[in-house]
């Protein structure tokens, strides 16, 4: 098992840090890598595919484990839609591998890109967390390696406090090595969405209260550069599952060649090569031209049928389309409000972000429920999700708009989602966590990690 020493970024290319990089191919291999850092001195955090816009994968001097080796689909019944992988295993290889059998991974991110491991250790929601959860709900069991050595079998009901806290972890407890998930059943390879346009905040929060209930995903787009009071207006889109039946030819729709997202644009110009010509409207000039072209776009009601991957891998749709921002990267701040107070604090966030003229390039809302897993983000209300430009003249001025965004979120009861938020303190961790959350999962920490070699900058930022 080799290491070497290198310079890892988070996916956001704002914050990097040098670190032994160590690949491990099985359980012994990481629990060597254990033994390596305590002999070292240094500490160990896993890494996936590298996609957290934070410091949740990133171990300045310590040992990072890239999980990426370990990506073999283990078991796979058909008939039941039960899977077990290893963690490296992707979300892409995930639905490419149960997709062609009438199946579908019943919780995705945003992009196809994520392993499994990283999933359940942020444990991702999608834009169905309303209905379905996070991606946590649908584990059937896991097994860990813990840094003693030990192997564990953890599932709802055997070893439970370790499942619930292992899962929205971050890694910080042991390091996944098999994940056993359940799959939602689909009868086409399609869903039918409806898209509608909302003129305001009020209207975008409402029509994402009331369209859920009816559809079996929902997602906003907001267009977060505009104030007045077209403040918060964006686009809805709602979508849902074809029955049985409504699909004339589901063996056709469910192929892999009608749902892998093309390569090229017009089937000519590769979509690599965009991110080059998006960079020149990485400004705030540029960027207010693109959202108020997407939102004028967007004003006429529609309703069409769209392949799955098509849907919920918006992110993918221009490979690395964050290096379009520019050598200073991006930062990506996500809130979670109650539905009560969402509409005010996301008002004044929205308004003071315009008014220091360093306004967001792209924001995303969805609706939430919220989950027993002890380090939950989610609340009964929403989220919003902004994508922030970072310049050498900007990040100072922008860090500290970020930590007045998280007073206005705190005074409104609101949450934060750790694969996120770079700039959140340890004292706002604990005012929204709560003492006894944190001092659970501390309790966890020293039983798992006697020695605490798993640290990440992560870790180190919000629990000190």
């Not at 816009?53 to 283990?74: F, H, K, P, R, T």
Request: with cysteine; glycine share 10%.
């Amino acid at each position: 098992m080799q290491k070497t020493f290198t310079q890892l970024e988070n996916f956001g290319h704002s914050l990097s840090a040098q670190s032994y990089l160590v690949q491990p191919r099985s359980a012994e291999e990481i629990y060597s890598a254990f033994q390596l850092a305590k002999k070292m001195g240094v500490t160990v955090t896993a890494r996936g595919a590298g996609r957290s816009y934070n410091d949740a994968a990133l171990a300045g001097g310590g040992v990072v484990l890239d999980m990426s080796a370990m990506n073999q689909i283990l078991e796979w019944n058909q008939a039941t839609g039960q899977i077990r992988c290893e963690p490296g295993v992707t979300l892409e290889q995930l639905w490419q591998h149960v997709e062609p059998h009438g199946w579908w991974p019943p919780v995705v991110s945003g992009t196809m890109k994520t392993t499994l491991g990283g999933c359940l250790a942020a444990n991702i929601h999608g834009k169905n967390n309303f209905k379905m959860g996070p991606i946590g709900e649908h584990v059937v069991e896991f097994t860990a390696v813990l840094p003693t050595g030990a192997e564990i079998v953890c599932t709802p009901t055997k070893n439970a406090d370790l499942f619930y806290a292992m899962i929205s972890g971050y890694g910080m407890l042991g390091i996944f090595v098999s994940i056993t998930l359940q799959m939602k059943r689909i009868h086409s390879g399609l869903l039918t969405v409806d898209a509608l346009p909302v003129h305001n905040l009020r209207e975008q929060l409402s029509v994402l209260l009331d369209g859920a209930p009816n559809h079996d995903y929902i997602v906003g787009w907001l267009d977060t550069m505009t104030g007045g009071k077209s403040l918060g207006r964006g686009q809805i889109h709602a979508a849902r599952y074809l029955h049985e039946g409504e699909d004339p030819n589901p063996q056709e729709t469910m192929k892999l060649k009608n749902q892998i997202l093309p390569p090229r644009i017009f089937g000519v110009f590769p979509k690599g090569l965009l991110h080059y010509f998006m960079r020149p409207f990485g400004n705030n000039l540029g960027w207010w031209g693109v959202n108020t072209a997407k939102y004028i776009a967007s004003l006429r009601k529609h309703t069409f049928r769209q392949p799955h991957a098509a849907f919920h891998f918006l992110l993918d749709y221009v490979p690395n389309w964050e290096l379009s921002y520019g050598r200073g990267g991006l930062i990506q701040y996500q809130s979670f409000l109650p539905k009560e107070t969402a509409e005010a604090a996301w008002t004044d966030i929205l308004q003071l972000s315009i008014k220091n003229r360093l306004p967001s390039y792209l924001g995303v809302t969805k609706r939430h429920r919220p989950d027993k897993f002890l380090l939950t983000h989610s609340v009964d209300g929403f989220s919003l999700a902004m994508d922030f430009k970072v310049t050498d003249g900007t990040r100072t001025k922008l860090r500290s708009m970020l930590h007045d965004f998280d007073k206005i979120v705190l005074a409104n009861g609101g949450r934060f989602y750790f694969a996120k938020n770079s700039e959140t303190t340890a004292e706002t961790a604990l005012a929204f966590y709560g003492k006894e959350t944190v001092d659970k999962f501390k309790k966890l920490k020293k039983r798992c990690d006697p020695n605490g070699l798993l640290e990440s900058d992560l870790y180190r930022r919000i629990f000190g």
